[in-house]
């Protein structure tokens, strides 16, 4: 940087590619925290006593409600309608779990 030359203004085009690579880097991140949650608790589920079928279904759905909110917080940072299809696949964690859990 020289005293006597001012930075170049920015470009507009190139600050839009920088959010949108900034949106995607930040909605993954949040989507891959969530589902090692969700599928941590999944698996937390099967390691409960046989006799608290209670605590499996809880934890399931906690697993699946976790995993719905990740989503919708993906969607609303990419400024996407957060009621979306895509929100059933949320409950994926907590179906697999409870098939897991229950099944054995």
Do not use: Y
């Not at 600050?15 to 949650?37: A, P």
């Not at 399931?60 to 995993?67: D, G, P, Q, T």
Request: glycine letters at 8%; one cysteine or more; charged letters at 15%.
């Amino acid at each position: 940087m020289e005293p006597g030359q001012p930075r170049k203004p920015a470009d507009p085009e190139a600050l839009l590619r920088l959010q949108k690579v900034q949106r995607t880097v930040v909605s993954v991140l949040v989507v891959t925290t969530v589902i090692h949650l969700a599928v941590g608790l999944a698996i937390a589920a099967v390691h409960v006593d046989d006799e608290r079928v209670d605590a499996q279904i809880g934890l399931n759905l906690v697993a699946s409600a976790c995993m719905v909110l990740g989503i919708g917080a993906a969607l609303a940072i990419h400024r996407q309608r957060v009621l979306s299809p895509w929100l059933l696949l949320g409950l994926l964690p907590g179906i697999v779990g409870m098939w897991w859990a229950l099944a054995r």
